[in-house]
């Protein structure tokens, strides 16, 4: 497979896309914490809340598994000194997006303050948004490539939505990702 260039309205939706997984993924998380007393959601309230949930367990069964074998990372962070490769720049500023996805929607479900996310749950929050956003590249990737185009368009991420996530999460997910792209082709 070749590499693909993306669509900015494409861009805009997998975005919201991403948002409202993330959503799902975060409030169902604060129930679980709430009912075990907890002031902080929890790695392990991320995961019982995607295993309660058919929806999120069919579409991240393994993503869940993954998750449960991980140990902390002991990656060495970037200092000046290094010289840093083109695909270390473009996966640093992958991550620095999802950590800031992860944020803005962390905002959004807990605006009320009445549960907060811990550090080691924002952690497993941005693991899952780039689980999700490398499922969703593929799968749209792959749709491009069976259309024969060089570019991902929507569409093709709109197919991938629909294969990926079933139920009524994949529903309310199209949802989002329509609407976020029909306000980019206004801009």
């Given amino acids: 497979m070749t590499k693909k260039k993306i669509s900015s309205d494409a861009v805009a939706g997998?975005?919201?896309?991403?948002?409202?997984?993330?959503?799902?993924?975060?409030?169902?998380?604060?129930?679980?914490?709430?009912?075990?007393?907890?002031?902080?959601?929890?790695?392990?309230?991320?995961?019982?809340?995607?295993?309660?949930?058919?929806?999120?367990?069919?579409?991240?069964?393994?993503?869940?598994?993954?998750?449960?074998?991980?140990?902390?990372?002991?990656?060495?962070?970037?200092?000046?000194?290094?010289?840093?490769?083109?695909?270390?720049?473009?996966?640093?500023?992958?991550?620095?997006?999802?950590?800031?996805?992860?944020?803005?929607?962390?905002?959004?479900?807990?605006?009320?303050g009445s549960i907060g996310l811990g550090p080691r749950s924002q952690d497993t929050c941005v693991d899952l948004a780039d689980f999700l956003a490398a499922q969703l590249g593929g799968a749209s990737a792959h749709v491009a490539d069976r259309v024969k185009s060089d570019v991902i368009s929507a569409d093709d991420v709109r197919t991938a939505l629909l294969v990926l996530l079933q139920d009524e999460l994949g529903q309310l997910t199209v949802r989002k990702f329509t609407t976020a792209v029909a306000s980019a082709d206004k801009r």
């Fill in 14 to 112: 997998t975005r919201a896309a991403l948002s409202r997984v993330l959503s799902e993924v975060l409030d169902a998380a604060a129930t679980l914490a709430r009912q075990g007393g907890e002031a902080k959601v929890l790695p392990s309230n991320l995961l019982a809340a995607i295993a309660a949930d058919d929806d999120l367990a069919g579409s991240l069964a393994s993503w869940s598994l993954t998750a449960k074998q991980a140990a902390p990372s002991s990656a060495t962070p970037h200092t000046d000194a290094q010289e840093e490769t083109p695909a270390a720049k473009a996966h640093r500023s992958l991550a620095d997006e999802l950590a800031s996805l992860v944020s803005q929607v962390t905002k959004q479900v807990y605006s009320d």
